[in-house]
């Protein structure tokens, strides 16, 4: 039965589940942490499921019964769901997020780039939240919460983040959103559409995860289809995958 992750048993279920699964063993366990006091309807588990539900859309590691999970995400009001395990039943697959890694004290080779550009860019190890915010999510919820949530995990040292700056102005940055059991999760890399195809993005990235890498924490991700060549030519290695589902 699913239920409330506020139990010791459901604790740790919830961790069990997250156990193994692609980027969520890491990124699951630190929001549940975090976040399950101010944000109780939340998280959730199953003798094998560990659910995240964040408005219309959840986030699930490990299994449960396919029924089950279609008739719960179904009373939580959820539209879509990306899982390492079951597929609930009667929604439509939409595709895979494809996860890579880079183990813990190995170097990606820094991408090639426009140097002329390279040069008047400065890169920021301490971005201002709110800055990240605004350039990450111009208008909407979504950039307070952002906003809220970046500046809870930085002052638990949960998260880091870095950017490069043209003339004051963010132009590009990726961030490790979650760092837990000698692992960090990568996410919202972006770089600014003017700036797009020019090296700065994919230098910004490998350096940061060198960065990481080089302190003994094993670096992971998950990327849309279009992103899998981006990651492999960076020297990212493939590490499973996540299914993408879409309620009827």
């Given at each position: 039965m699913i239920a409330r992750a506020v139990t010791p048993q459901g604790k740790k279920r919830f961790l069990r589940?997250?156990?193994g699964a692609p980027c969520f063993e890491v990124l699951l366990p630190v929001e549940r942490s975090l976040f399950a006091r101010s944000q109780p309807g939340r998280f959730y588990a199953g003798p094998s499921l560990a659910l995240d539900i964040g408005g219309a859309d959840a986030l699930a590691a490990g299994g449960a019964?396919?029924?089950?999970?279609?008739?719960?995400?179904?009373?939580?009001?959820?539209?879509?769901?990306?899982t390492s395990g079951t597929a609930p039943a009667?929604?439509?697959?939409?595709?895979?997020?494809?996860?890579?890694?880079?183990?813990?004290?190995?170097?990606?080779?820094?991408?090639?780039a426009d140097e002329a550009l390279w040069g008047r860019l400065v890169l920021e190890t301490?971005?201002?939240?709110?800055?990240?915010?605004?350039?990450?999510?111009?208008a909407g919820p979504a950039r307070d919460d952002y906003y809220s949530a970046l500046c809870t995990k930085r002052s638990r040292?949960?998260?880091?983040?870095?950017?490069?700056?043209?003339?004051?102005?963010?132009?590009?940055?990726?961030?490790?959103y979650a760092i837990r059991g000698g692992k960090a999760y990568l996410a919202c890399g972006c770089t600014d559409p003017e700036l797009r195809g020019r090296g700065a993005g994919g230098r910004l990235a490998a350096l940061f995860a060198n960065a990481l890498a080089a302190e003994g924490l094993e670096v992971c991700l998950a990327c849309c289809p279009e992103r899998v060549g981006?990651?492999?030519?960076?020297?990212?290695?493939?590490?499973?995958?996540?299914?993408?589902?879409?309620?009827?």
């Open positions: 589940a997250c156990r019964d396919p029924e089950e999970l279609a008739a719960f995400l179904h009373f939580c009001g959820c539209g879509s769901l990306i009667g929604w439509r697959s939409a595709g895979q997020l494809t996860c890579f890694a880079l183990p813990a004290g190995r170097l990606l080779p820094l991408p090639p301490e971005p201002a939240a709110g800055a990240l915010a605004a350039f990450l999510y111009p040292g949960l998260a880091r983040v870095w950017a490069l700056t043209l003339d004051g102005q963010i132009a590009a940055t990726i961030g490790a981006f990651y492999t030519r960076l020297g990212f290695q493939a590490a499973g995958s996540l299914g993408r589902y879409l309620s009827p």
